[in-house]
């Protein structure tokens, strides 16, 4: 079987060579297994490491379960191996060993010569078992669903490195692209919803892998009491995508208390179901500060909780829809490059969707469906006005591979897929 060969893939391998553990964390099947499979055949192939120097663990069967139940004889066991070589152990599912982090943080202080590569599915686990306690022993790699480029290698691989690559695109090849694009906003990345054929089984496979998060994750581990009111809320979220949110206000309609709203949209986040993004401010007396915006992190799984898979064309919410999936992406590269994302938004309500920060450097990014004619948004022109901002961007569907010049400041219009491109 031919595997999609992810965009984190090549900062895996690079941490592969360091010290610390590599983790990867992310949703409930989002590829995370494969990617260990990726990575073990880059050691075996490309860098020709030992088919004995890797050790394979999967924490779901019992017998490999096993083996992690005492922490000295793992040690022991692991000294003797790696005596004369290196070792890399891979180990999926590693919440699931009592006392992880104690049993890991023993096994990485014991100075051996092993290299741990350890997954953990989306649960709070991770965070209360791992993620804290190996402060300063692990490097944490989030692992989303597909990307769209890696949605279009699914597809069409040469599509993918044109767009990729910002090579010029004919109509016929942009078309094709506009309606792949079209059924990621509406069906998102999760793999084997990318991989399946008909509408019905994607839609499935989508219901398949909510169910799991919430009897697994929220009812399970989360503790969620009620349910109805947890499902609600992610219904709600759902449909207030992009806008502020107001936690009073949801309390009030889902007839629960402010704290438990606070709670479930904690674990709502921490299980990489959404992701809130804060307001950029210079001057608080002018700007918002308090408020924040929720999206989802797979557009996906926002249909599904609003029981909405009309094309992209049909809908009433297509702003919401690519602003969410515009995030999704910026999210993504943001924190792979260790960039700060926000929104910005005025006492006066003047708004930008998005803004990135890396060092002094503000880059605005406003998003739309459809514009008339290529000029820029007032907000826009505010904010760069106020910041003094050398680039912006405008992503839309009607214009891409356009440019102006206002003043010393750069306005790129690009199609939403490729706004990446132009960090």
């Known amino acids: 079987m031919e595997y999609i060969q992810r965009e984190v893939f090549e900062q895996l391998a690079f941490h592969l060579e360091k010290p610390e553990i590599t983790l990867l964390t992310g949703s409930r099947q989002v590829g995370k297994t494969v990617l260990l499979e990726q990575l073990k055949n880059y050691l075996l192939r490309q860098k020709e490491i030992p088919n004995g ?25 692991l000294r ?22 104690t049993f890991f943080k023993g096994v990485y202080d014991s100075k051996l010569n092993v290299k741990l590569i350890l997954t953990g599915s989306s649960s709070l686990e ?3 078992k791992l993620k804290e306690t190996l402060a300063g022993r692990k490097r944490v790699f ?17 599509l993918a490195e044109t767009v990729k690559n910002k090579q010029h695109i004919g109509a016929i090849d942009r078309k094709k692209i506009n309606d792949s694009y079209e059924e990621y906003l509406i069906f998102g990345g999760y793999p084997r919803v990318v991989l399946s054929d008909s509408k019905e089984e994607k839609i499935s496979i989508l219901r398949e892998i909510y169910s799991s998060y919430v009897e697994k994750d929220a009812i399970g581990f989360m503790d969620v009491k009620n349910k109805t009111a947890f499902n609600r809320l992610i219904k709600l979220l759902a449909a207030q995508t992009g ?15 402010r704290q438990t709203v606070e709670r479930y949209t904690l674990a709502l986040e921490e299980t990489f179901i959404i992701k809130k993004i804060r307001p950029y401010f210079r001057n608080p007396r002018q700007t918002i500060i308090k408020a924040q915006k929720i999206y989802f992190l797979d557009s996906g799984i926002r249909n599904l909780a609003l029981e909405n898979f009309q094309s992209f064309r049909e809908r009433i919410d297509k702003g919401s829809v690519l602003e969410n999936a515009v995030f999704a992406n910026l999210s993504f590269v943001a924190e792979k490059t260790l960039m700060g994302l926000y929104f910005w938004r005025t006492k006066q309500k003047t708004e930008v969707d998005f803004v990135l920060e890396k060092g002094l450097q503000l880059l605005p990014i406003e998003v739309k469906t459809s514009l008339a004619k290529a000029e820029a948004p007032q907000a826009l022109l505010s904010f760069i006005e106020k910041f003094i901002s050398k680039k912006a961007m405008i992503a839309n569907l009607s214009f891409g591979e356009n440019k102006i010049q206002i003043a010393n400041t750069k306005i790129y219009f690009v199609y939403p897929y490729e706004v990446v491109n132009y960090l």
């Not at 806008?243 to 208390?257: K, T």
């Open 80 to 101: 003797g191996r790696s005596k004369n070589q290196k070792l890399y152990v891979f180990v999926d599912e590693a919440q699931k060993i009592q006392e992880a982090a």
């Open 53 to 77: 120097a890797i050790l394979w663990y999967n924490l779901d069967l019992i017998q490999d379960w096993e083996i992690f139940q005492n922490q000295r004889d793992f040690i022991e066991f």
């Open 126 to 128: 991770i965070k209360a």
């Open 243 to 257: 806008q502020l949110v107001n936690i009073a206000e949801l309390a009030l309609n889902l007839g629960i208390d």
């Open 142 to 158: 989030h692992i989303p669903s597909f990307t769209f480029y890696e949605f279009l290698l699914a597809q069409d691989k040469v």
